[in-house]
């Protein structure tokens, strides 16, 4: 099974910005809602953002106005563009299909870990 690769995590100040990537293999990435979801310790994945293949968006209420997806169907890549990040910003996060369910990817990578700390 062909892997979903995430990347450009890190550790940022409160306040900062990261842009996360993510490499889906395969032709069939272009007809697909993508999403970005998170996780920590405990806890479900949590949607964040998603987009369609027409390009719309959704995001989730918590970072509506600071995160933006984008996708390169050429290059089958999804973006993540965080600004202004917070400590409640902090999780792994990981990117597939949306829903989830049936996704070529299976569960998706291995994600990203964003630490927002001071």
């Known amino acids: 099974q062909v892997q979903i690769v995430e990347s450009g995590g890190g550790l940022v100040q409160p306040g900062g910005s990261l842009r996360l990537s993510c490499a889906a293999p395969?032709?069939?990435?272009?007809?697909?809602?993508m999403a970005w979801y998170r996780q920590t310790p405990g806890n479900q994945r949590e949607l964040v953002a998603s987009?369609?293949?027409?390009?719309?968006?959704n995001y989730a209420d918590s970072v509506k106005d600071r995160f933006t997806i984008s996708r390169d169907n050429i290059k089958n890549m999804l973006y993540l563009q965080m600004v202004n990040l917070n400590s409640e910003d902090t999780a792994i996060y990981f990117c597939?299909?949306?829903?989830?369910?049936?996704?070529?990817w299976g569960a998706g990578g291995q994600g990203t870990r964003v630490t927002v700390s001071s």
């Open positions: 987009i369609a293949p027409s390009g719309r968006t």
């Open positions: 597939n299909k949306h829903p989830e369910l049936g996704s070529p």
């Open positions: 395969g032709p069939v990435f272009t007809y697909l809602t």
